[in-house]
Structures are given as C-alpha cells and as structure tokens.
C-alpha cells in the first residue's frame, strides 16, 4: 500500500452539516459528451484504487465490457502496485482488457477512475491525470476531492457500481451477462452481500436488473466470498487466536483489534489479499463498536481496516490518521509497530465525534 502512504483527503465526511449532493444534470452531461465526443480510434485508460476490491474491479470491468459494445477498442484497465487480481476476483469477466500498470498508455484520450477517493489511490498513474486527455472520475465516497475533470460521485450511491450502471443506461448500453456479472460482485461485495444499511430498496432493484441477465448469484458468492485456501483458513484461526477486546475504549463503546504479520503470511503461504476478508469475523465481536485489523505491508508498514457498527464514525479517525473511507467502514497506511498503531486509534478513538454522517461501508 505504498500509493495509500500520501493518503490525504481534504474533504472530511460531515454529512449531517452539509449532505453531500451526488451528480448535476450537468455532471451526468458532461460525462456523457467525454465518451461519446472520444475521437475515432480513441485510446481510453480505465483505473481503479491500489489493492483493488470487489468493487474497484468489477465497476471498472463491468464499465470497459460496456465501453467495448459501444464499440471503443483502444482501451485498457489497469490499478496501481502489483499487477495481482486477488483470487476470488480473477473469474471477473472482462479479464482480457487488464494490462499491469507499467503498460498503461501513457496518453490517453479519456482516463476513467473508479471507487479512488483520491488521486493518491491511483499510485503511479496518477500522472494519467494531468495529460491532454479528459479525466472522469466514478466513485461514491463522501470524502472524494474531486480530482477529475468530471467527477460522477454519489455518496449515496452503495457502490461505485450503482454509478457505473447509470452511467451505461444514459450511454444507451444494455446489460449483458458479462456486464452484469461484474456489478453485481461490485454491488454485494460494498453491500455486505446485501447486509448493510446501503441496501436501499433502489441497491436491490439494481440487483435485479442484474440477476436478469441470468447471471447465478450462488456459484459468484461461493467464488467470491465462500472460498478460500486451507492455508488461508488456518492463518485466519491463528490471527483471530491473538485478537484483543478493550471494552473502554471508543468511549465506552468497545474495540476489537487484531493484526497479521507478513511472517504470518509466509508461515501459511499466503498472498496478502487473502487478509481483506478477516475483518468480517473480528467485527462479528458484540461487545465492542469499533473493529480493527492491523495488516503488515512491509518492514513498519500497515493497512489499517476499520469498522463501525454505527456509534463511531471511523472514517473521522482514518481521516485524522492520514486515510479515508466511510462512516463504517475506512482505512490507513499506518506507521511503526502494531501497539503504536493501535495506540493512535485509541487516541483519536478518544476524541469526541462531532455530529453524524453517511452510514456507508465499503
Ligand atoms: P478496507 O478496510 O476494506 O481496505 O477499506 C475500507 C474503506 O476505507 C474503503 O472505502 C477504502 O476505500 C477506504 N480505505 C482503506 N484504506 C485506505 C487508505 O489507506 N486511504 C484512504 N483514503 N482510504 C482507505
Ligand atoms: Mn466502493
């Protein structure tokens, strides 16, 4: 998580003070007019944030299958860091448009970015940003700072796929399976399949017009959330083994921590991704409000995952630690070791909320 190491977002998530409004009209327009307006031959460069998830992936997939039947075929996807997509996203239609980030074009006449809060998600193609080429900006994070040219962003939206969809029905582009198939793992995966607050009459409505396409709900769940190596499991037994309860703190409200080391990974031979899931079973804790994993990235670097079950707004604390994310659910990069991370969260944990926000995850 290099790339998250400068994250700073400078819009904070306030929304009881000033609801955030989603795209104008004119947004929508304009967004339009920047693919069709692309020139014969246009080269198009879709990004989406460093460590993609299920929704980075599938809302940018899903969109550059739809671009393809519009009939754009310069065009690439690609994310900053590794070019690794974690296993449970590698059935992902629309695979073949990926390229690493070293091999993206370097002049694009239009560059897409999807579910990046901020430029600094987007790593070392960030500089795609500030070329000639038109920059449209997909996401549904309240603290997005409006880094595009055109900024679709929608902190109502449940996920960015929500966005992308709409966008594709005023571009004239029906679903098929394969498009379908990449918002729908974008949609439950920002959802909690389904589970959150997000899963608005209109998220399940969305669902539907996917399910549609024929798309099977079971075998993309079982593949994308049900499934994992041996290794995996038994790391996870291991890391759950060592995690903390402290009932005082967030003000009463408690937090669960654990943490993952990079020696616990090779011990289990396990690629990193296989963490983003542990949060889910350290969350389930019901005596604490506040859930924590402390994931190794190097020598004294850590992703950080934060989770709320609705008294604490973790995305204040990611913010005020250098990240970002939503009310329930945000990150950081963290510096040092795990107890001095941990004891950062505890100090801003300490500090007062002030108001409410969107209740939000993912
Ligand atoms: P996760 O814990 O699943 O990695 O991330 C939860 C939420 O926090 C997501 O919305 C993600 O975009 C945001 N997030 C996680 N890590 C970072 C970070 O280092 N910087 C920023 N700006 N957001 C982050
Ligand atoms: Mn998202």
Known sequence: MTAAATDAPTVRVEAAESPVAGPTEVDWAAAVAAVRQLP??????LICHVNPDGDALGSMLGFGLGLRRLGVHRLQATFPGPPEVPEPLRGLPGQELLVPAAEAEPEPDLVICFDAASDSRLGELADRLTGPGTALVLDHHASNTGFGDVNLVDPAAAATSVVAEQLLERLGVPLDAGIAECLYVALSTDTGSFRFDATTPAV?????????????????????FDSRPFGAVRLFGEVLGRARLEPEAAGGQGLVWTYATLDDLARHDQRPYVLEALIDPVRCTAEADVSCVVKQTGPDGWAVSLRSKGATDVSRVAVALGGGG???????TGRGTVEEVVEQIRAELAVPASGGGIDQQG
């Open 40 to 45: 014969v031959d246009g080269r198009v460069l």
């Open 326 to 332: 939503h009310r329930l659910a945000a990150g950081f």
């Open 204 to 224: 399940h409505e969305m669902a539907a017009r996917l399910l549609a396409t024929g798309i099977s709900p079971g075998d993309i769940s079982r593949r994308v």
